[in-house]
């Protein structure tokens, strides 16, 4: 937990994909501050014409290179999140050559009731976490 969602044009070679899961990834350790195992991340890939991501009116120019990142996780604080926001774009742009024009990150919050992590047992709410 976090639960961190990609989308992205196809055509990624698998060396790319993960650079890019592992720099998220070291992102939300940083930002958030979550324990180095705690890794859960899905990359969904699209035909060129089945992702559109456009600027919402800010001029923001979009490569084939761009990655939609839905994030779902237990609230957090607004400086995290900015944290998360700098540090992602940051790892992206370092280590993968994603522009940060090419990064747009959602995220989801949601309750300690709202995950299960195995076993049909809220972790979180047992105590176990």
């Known amino acids: 937990m976090p639960l961190i969602k ?12 993960r650079a890019m899961l592992d720099g998220a990834h070291r992102a939300v350790v940083n930002a958030f501050q979550v324990p180095e195992r705690d890794r859960y ?3 969904t890939e ?16 979009r490569t084939k290179n761009m990655v939609v990142i839905t994030v779902v996780t237990r609230s957090r604080a607004q400086e995290a999140k900015e944290h998360f926001y700098q ?24 309750s300690d009731a709202d995950w299960s992590f195995g076993h049909g ?9």
């Open 6 to 17: 990609f989308d992205v044009i196809k055509g990624r070679t698998e060396a790319q994909t």
């Open 87 to 110: 540090e992602i774009t940051r790892e992206l742009q370092e280590r993968c050559q994603i522009a940060p024009s090419d990064v747009v990150v959602s995220l989801v919050s949601n």
């Open 46 to 61: 699209h035909e060129p014409a089945h992702l559109i991501v456009e600027d919402t009116g800010l001029g923001i120019e």
């Open 121 to 129: 047992v809220a972790q979180f709410l047992t105590g176990e976490l």
């Open 41 to 43: 991340q899905i990359v």
